[in-house]
T-cell receptor, first 116, second 114 residues
Framework: AQTVTQSQPEMSVQEAETVTLSCTYD???????LFWYKQPPSRQMILVIRQEAYKQQNATENRFSVNFQKAAKSFSLKISDSQLGDTAMYFCAFMNPYGNNRKLIWGLGTSLAVNP | DAGVIQSPRHEVTEMGQEVTLRCKPISGHDYLFWYRQTMMRGLELLIYFNNNVPIDDSGMPEDRFSAKMPNASFSTLKIQPSEPRDSAVYFCASSLGWGLDEQFFGPGTRLTVL
């Protein structure tokens, strides 16, 4: 069964610094999709960044980037120049594109606090 | 577009009562998902629909839970009878397609069963 593990339940970072959140997953597939979602205190889940495993280049969205290590089955999220608004729960998710089951498998999340 | 709309935002009920949660997905989205979020179990997919048809309901905890999607713009999640362990935040999400398509989440319904 595919699983997603986020080994850091809580993290903190000073404003303007860089922080990396870890995510590992388990699958026997060669192609799949990976996502990072953010859930601020408002509770609204928001997509941060996404990556197709078939593409080797790491995805980047402004201050957010990923370090995708396919062989290690690792998909870490780097937040540069952290801002107070980045304080949130961050969830890593995996999707197997094959077969009829097209659901996201979610990690348990990492709570990130950005301190002034 | 107003995004995914859920109602109510908060629901407090007593054990044994019927609870109905409602969702209006983003217009044009073919997929609709119902999730439950708790501290202990994180985010769990309960059921999802494609073009109003339930595709995978393996996450529905038991027969007390049921979900319907009578048309492309409306879905309900019903719990009957409700129990205290059903207390959680329930999210509805929709997406245009699948794969890399983003799932857009509603604001969630916080359910408390006393």
């Amino acid at each position: 069964a595919q699983t997603v593990t986020q080994s850091q339940p809580e993290m903190s970072v000073q404003e303007a610094e860089t922080v990396t959140l870890s995510c590992t997953y388990d699958t026997s597939e060669n192609n799949y999709y990976l996502f990072w979602y953010k859930q601020p205190p408002s509770r609204q889940m928001i997509l941060v960044i996404r990556q197709e495993a078939y593409k080797q280049q790491n995805a980047t969205e402004n201050r957010f980037s990923v370090n995708f290590q396919k062989a290690a089955k690792s998909f870490s999220l780097k937040i540069s120049d952290s801002q107070l608004g980045d304080t949130a729960m961050y969830f890593c998710a995996f999707m197997n594109p094959y077969g009829n089951n097209r659901k996201l498998i979610w990690g348990l999340g990492t709570s990130l606090a950005v301190n002034p | 577009d107003a995004g995914v709309i859920q109602s109510p935002r908060h629901e407090v009920t007593e054990m044994g009562q019927e609870v109905t949660l409602r969702c209006k997905p983003i217009s044009g989205h073919d997929y609709l998902f119902w999730y439950r979020q708790t501290m202990m179990r994180g985010l769990e997919l309960l059921i999802y629909f494609n073009n109003n048809v339930p595709i995978d309901d393996s996450g529905m905890p038991e027969d007390r839970f049921s979900a319907k999607m009578p048309n492309a713009s409306f879905s309900t999640l019903k719990i009957q009878p409700s129990e205290p362990r059903d207390s959680a935040v329930y999210f509805c999400a929709s997406s245009l397609g699948w794969g890399l398509d983003e799932q857009f989440f509603g604001p969630g319904t916080r359910l408390t069963v006393l």
